[in-house]
């Protein structure tokens, strides 16, 4: 795990870093209050479709953790997207994203999910490049909505690091890498914070559902909110952090 | 308004008070923060069937909204409960009340959601008397689950005066009464918050999913977790404070 670059401000220390996994090269973002260091609960922040590692919403979750609950959190980029997208960067309309994914075949729909299972492997490789170089071992947090969901809940289930997620805008239902997902979920027994858009364009109501139903855990709560993809209401920042203040306790030393 | 008598304890004045309305002596609990007087916000809090005023759930949070909020809440006893119960106090199991509540006749549903109507007078004859002898004019929020909703609910629907509302355990479906569950929450424009448990021994899911539909309201969030009726987790109250918090400001003076 390489350092990149690091600036400091506003009581909080951003460090980018990068590593080798697999003949790709991960870049990342690691952010610590000011003045900490060594053992403190960290939050994985996986970031949406066309999104990257320090997206608006990633930055403002790592900053708000920081600073009102002296936690650290890390971001990556995943594959295609941020430092390793190829072409320019889109903003893509979530009307537009539905019709892209009502256009997907099946076997397109299957790529997407086996590149999302690959990623899980990148978010595994960082925990333990964290573990070695930072001091930090967890407890760990994992949060991601949308795609965030798609890479995040596959790496959840089988990473038994994590002890506490925040996952949403997704659902299981009739698509292709669906079941994949839904396996996933069974075997997810941590507490669960499950986001959820009410009139979503990507997401019918009985597939978020369902997948709510399918998680495995014995804490799992579903939050629903009125509006689209992209409408989750700013309240909600305030769920997010009173569920990661509630499971990750800060560890002693 | 009678006060008929005053405890002082903890940080907090509880105040039991009675009112007549419609030939009814209505009884109830006033809760401030001990030293407050004057504009503040405040809860009203309408227990669940089979409970009362001072019922555990009930002096709970009327607690800890006086010492995390600084708020005032109020409750009063439903018709035949509590200090107006006719005969011995019972409990009764879930398995029990789905037993009982299955057994009613369509006529028995009607006569039940009538006197839940009619309950809903003596929430804004509280409210009067409240704003003449206590110098409170709000904003005030309401907070109800199960029955507390029934009554609440048409309650809420036709008072300006209630700005935000906690609802819960209920749905909306096929059974008598439904209609007018269903009507007065599209008549609800106020911030709600809807408590939904996913295994509820007395409500259909997509009877629950239904009720959250039928709100009228642009911000509406449904919480669901897993297990029966009686089996809401404690952190649920954490966001009921939150909810709060974030909707009733604290009046000047």
């Known amino acids: 795990m390489r350092s990149t670059g690091q600036v400091v401000g506003k009581g909080i220390v951003e460090t980018a870093f990068e590593f080798d996994h697999v003949g790709e090269r991960v870049p990342g973002i690691l952010w610590r209050p000011d003045g900490s260091s060594?053992?403190?609960?960290?939050?994985?922040?996986?970031?949406?479709?066309?999104?990257?590692?320090?997206?608006?919403?990633?930055?403002?979750?790592?900053?708000?953790?920081?600073?009102?609950?002296?936690y650290a959190s890390v971001a990556i980029d995943a594959p295609g997207h941020g430092d390793r997208r190829e072409g320019p960067e889109e903003r893509v309309a979530p009307a537009e994203m539905r019709r892209r994914v009502a256009a997907m075949t099946p076997e397109q729909a299957a790529a997407a999910a086996t590149r999302n299972a690959g990623a899980a492997g990148e978010w595994a490789a960082t925990l333990d490049a964290i573990e070695r170089t930072d001091g930090v071992h967890g407890p760990f947090g994992y949060w991601g909505v949308s795609m965030g969901t798609g890479i995040g809940l596959p790496f959840v289930s089988s990473e038994p690091r994590v002890t506490a997620a925040v996952f949403?805008?997704?659902?299981?239902?009739?698509?292709?890498?669906?079941?994949?997902?839904a396996e996933a979920a069974q075997k997810v027994a941590i507490p669960v914070l499950f986001l959820?858009?009410?009139?979503?364009?990507?997401?019918?109501?009985?597939?978020?559902?369902?997948?709510y139903d399918?998680?495995?855990?014995?804490e799992k709560t579903m939050h629903i909110n009125p509006g689209g993809h992209i409408e989750m209401p700013a309240f909600?920042?305030?769920?997010?952090?009173?569920?990661?203040?509630?499971?990750?306790?800060?560890?002693a030393g």
Chains 1, 2 share one sequence.
């Not at 960290?42 to 900053?63: D, E, I, N, W, Y």
């Not at 949403?168 to 997902?181: D, H, Q, T, Y």
């Not at 305030?238 to 569920?243: I, L």
């Open 38 to 70: 060594g053992p403190t609960p960290m939050v994985l922040l996986g970031h949406g479709g066309t999104q990257h590692k320090r997206t608006p919403g990633v930055l403002s979750l790592a900053r708000r953790l920081a600073r009102h609950l002296d």
């Open 236 to 251: 909600e920042r305030d769920a997010v952090e009173a569920f990661f203040a509630r499971h990750l306790r800060r560890p």
């Open 168 to 181: 949403g805008l997704a659902g299981v239902g009739n698509r292709a890498g669906s079941e994949r997902l």
């Open 196 to 211: 959820f858009q009410w009139d979503d364009e990507l997401i019918a109501r009985e597939h978020g559902l369902a997948l």
């Open 214 to 218: 399918a998680f495995g855990s014995a």
